[in-house]
Structure formats: C-alpha cells, structure tokens
C-alpha cells in the first residue's frame, strides 16, 4: 500500500491521541515529524506518534519525557530505539477501507450526553480515560452499540472526516466483526483508516479493510 495511505492514517491517529490528551489538559505539538506531548501521556497512548519516514530518532526523544513509562508509535516500523532504552512493546498493522458500499449492517448509535459516554466508557474498560470535552469535538464520533435493555455491548470511536480513523473497538455480544461492519455502515462513502495486532486483522478484514503497512510501538 502506498506511503500516503499509511501517512494518512497516521495523522489521523494523532489527532486523536491528541484530542485524547488535550481532554487531559495536556497540549501537545506537532509538525512535518511528528506529534508528540512534553509529558506523559494518559494509559494505552503514546507520547509521540511520527508522521513521515525517517524521523530522527534523538530529536523526537527531546520531545517527550523519555524517562521509564514513555512510548513512541513509530507510524513507519522504521525507527530502532533500543539504544535508548525502548524495546517493541508490539507490532501492529495500518489497514485501509476504500469508500465502497457498506454493508447491509445497522450503523451504530452516536454517543452524546456525559452520562452516555460514562455508559460506553465503562463497557468499553477505558474508564475515567474517556471525558465529556470528547464529545464537543465534532470531528470525533464516539459511537455505541445497545442490547434491548438499553446497555452498551459495543462501540468504537470514529475520528477525523475522510479518511476517518477507526479506533477502540469492543464487543461483548458477537465478533468484532459485526462492530467493523457497523462502523463502515456508519460512515458510508467515506475512506476508513486504522490499525490492529496481528490476532485481530480478521475481522477487519472481513468487513473490507486492506493492510497498508506495518508500525510499531515503543516502550521505555
């Protein structure tokens, strides 16, 4: 898959681990390079996220706090930081969905009140991670899947316009499978981005999504 596909994705990814930490109050910077936040970020996000081949690796460090505990997504599976004291946490592939016709599958709800996003929060096991300034972005989705009773038994997050980025996946009833086809029947006729682990790339690709390119993510 072409490098642009795999840039894309990549900014996409970023922008919402930012908008993540920004609803941490945590501000962040980022340009031709890289994203990346002065201190560490909240659990399961990285500390910087690069956005081209070929970063180099002792100017992105300077970046963030590189003490024990950092993480770096290395968007391009290009860098090695095990001089400094990183080993891969784990390797992952970008995957890429181009803007055909969805599924026949129900969408999936929009998430829109703090008491809604509570709900999903907790069945998703992210917790206090998730907070309500989310909701006021509007290039974020936060999107769920409901049983008869009204609770939440999966969901996932949509984020930027086109390409949207795919991201934090769950389900307690079924595969996930039917939350990636959900999820495209959400965002019909739009390019879908996102990434999973070598065990979860079969239900993505059942619902249409192609690999793009290997990353990696670091951790001190």
């Known amino acids: 898959m072409s490098t642009d596909v795999r840039e894309a994705a990549a900014h996409d990814n970023a922008r919402w681990c930012a908008a993540v930490c920004a609803s941490h109050g945590l501000t962040g910077r980022i340009d031709a390079d890289a ?8 659990q399961w996000y990285p500390d910087a996220v690069t956005l081209r081949p070929g970063v180099d690796p002792e100017a992105l460090l300077a970046r963030i706090d590189a003490g024990a505990g950092a993480s770096v997504k290395d968007s391009f599976a290009d860098l090695d930081l095990s001089a400094y004291g990183f080993r891969v946490l784990f390797e992952a592939q970008w995957i890429h969905r181009r803007p055909t016709d969805p599924p026949a599958d129900p969408p999936l709800t929009p998430v829109t009140t703090p008491e809604g996003l509570a709900a999903w929060a907790s069945a998703h096991g992210g917790g206090e991670l998730f907070r309500p300034a989310l909701l006021a972005d509007p290039h974020i989705r936060v999107l769920a899947r409901h049983d008869e009773r009204g609770a939440v038994v999966g969901g996932a997050v949509v984020s930027g316009d086109d390409p949207s980025g795919v991201s934090n996946l769950f389900s307690h ?8 086809r959900a999820v ?23 619902a249409g999504f192609l690999p793009a390119g290997p990353l990696r993510v670091w951790l001190r």
Not at 35 to 42: G, L, M
Not at 173 to 180: F, H, K, P, R, S
Request: proline share 15%; hydrophobic share 40%; net charge positive.
């Open 35 to 42: 994203w990346s936040v002065p201190r560490r970020s909240p």
């Open 184 to 206: 495209v029947a959400t965002r019909p006729g739009v390019a879908l981005v996102g990434y999973e682990t070598a065990p979860d790339l079969p239900p993505a690709r059942q």
């Open 173 to 180: 009833v079924g595969d996930l499978g039917t939350i990636w």
